[in-house]
């Protein structure tokens, strides 16, 4: 799972960075809260003097995209539920410049860190606490200090910071023996100093905004990739609907005359280049006629589709259509989903719903969104 999201492990107290991170001071424990004013998911914004009355507050700063954040949430939520009773306030501050990220760190998501999918991602999973974004500024991370996602603050009723690390010592909760967050809050609520006050943290790295001449570099690449359209006959449409091998497979039938499949083309591109690290392909298929290979390749070059892609290798339309999936309409564009051994997990008739997609790509590779 590390591989494609740029996890480390961040010694909070030597400040031991990445090169590319900038080098942002953590607010060192016994250092004031630092004031804030950012919008929040619920449509208001949010400041400190909102949670003047907590005996104890929680800063988490975590994000959506990544899948160390992810594993968090419902551990975070029990924090926000069984310690609200106990006079405490949990805050989650989003730091990450959402273009600053690349497609292919969000491997393991169905969702971005702008601002709309936040509220999306809030609304998902039933968040119980504030969720903010400072990722147009990123003014509130800077005066935090924040190296990875999550990372979490705990701060006694004078605002003074008590604790500063991880939540627990495993993303896997069934591995954890160490919850730190919940005895630093334990600890805090009894007058006592946690011990440690300091803890390392592991990760996604917090995306700063320096970091959008790296996507667009990556963009450059992604767009010199050389794009190829090859004819395809009944036997390899069979075979393409059985499955072959052992990656998951999403194919799109479509064609240049084709509204909506031209619509939502960039979409299927754009899903193609988020999952294809892993054990998942996008297999695209043109319903044009042979020869309009040309055409076809032309429109494949502009949308950059450096996938697989096919064209119906005869002009026997109904005999391919019936290849593939004899339950088909022939109705454009066609989207099915395929596991391993060629069982449907999405089908769609018409346009996708690109975020329903995402989240069965997820769920097929293990990945289930919470």
Not at 48 to 55: G, H, I, Y
Not at 121 to 127: E, L, M, Q, S
Not at 217 to 240: C, N, Q, R
Not at 262 to 283: C, G, K
Request: with cysteine; proline share 5%.
């Amino acid at each position: 799972m590390k591989t494609l999201c740029l996890l480390f492990v961040a010694l909070t107290a030597s400040g031991a960075l990445f090169a590319e991170v900038p080098k942002i001071p953590t607010l060192a424990p016994g250092a004031a809260a630092p004031d804030f004013k950012l919008p929040g998911v619920d449509g208001r914004d949010w400041s400190l003097a909102d949670f003047a009355e907590a005996k104890a507050l929680v800063v988490v700063f975590t994000c959506n995209h990544c899948p160390t954040a992810q594993a968090y949430e419902e551990r975070l939520k029990k924090i926000a539920e069984e310690y609200k009773a106990k006079g405490v306030a949990v805050v989650a501050i989003s730091p990450n410049d959402p273009k600053s990220v690349r497609l292919d760190e969000l491997a393991y998501t169905d969702l971005g860190d702008s601002f709309a999918d936040m509220k999306v991602r809030a609304k998902v999973a039933a968040f119980n606490f504030p969720y903010l974004y400072d990722g147009d500024t990123e003014t509130v991370a800077r005066a935090y200090g924040p190296t990875v996602t999550p990372h979490a603050f705990v701060f006694d009723a004078g605002r003074k910071l008590r604790y500063v690390g991880r939540i627990d010592d495993s993303e896997r909760e069934a591995l954890v023996k160490k919850r730190d967050l919940r005895d630093a809050l334990d600890a805090v609520l009894a007058g006592r100093a946690p011990e440690p006050a300091q803890t390392p943290v592991i990760g996604c790295s917090v995306k700063w905004a320096g970091k959008q001449e790296q996507v667009a570099a990556f963009m450059e690449k992604l767009a010199k990739e050389p794009v190829s359209v090859d004819l395809v006959d009944a036997d390899g449409l069979a075979a393409l609907r059985k499955g072959e091998g052992s990656k998951l497979r999403l194919v799109n039938f479509w064609a240049t005359w084709c509204g909506p499949c031209v619509t939502e083309f960039p979409e299927l591109v754009e899903i193609s280049r988020m999952y294809r690290r892993r054990d998942f392909e996008f297999v695209s298929v043109a319903a044009n006629f042979p020869n309009e290979k040309n055409e076809v390749l032309k429109f494949l070059t502009k949308q950059q589709a450096s996938n697989r892609n096919l064209l119906f290798g005869s002009t026997e339309k109904y005999a391919l259509i019936a290849a593939f999936d004899k339950t088909w309409s022939g109705a454009l564009p066609y989207t099915v989903l395929l596991g391993a051994k060629g069982e449907v997990l999405y089908q769609a008739e018409g346009a996708i719903d690109a975020l329903e997609v995402k989240r069965a790509i997820l769920k097929a590779l293990g990945r289930e969104m919470r």
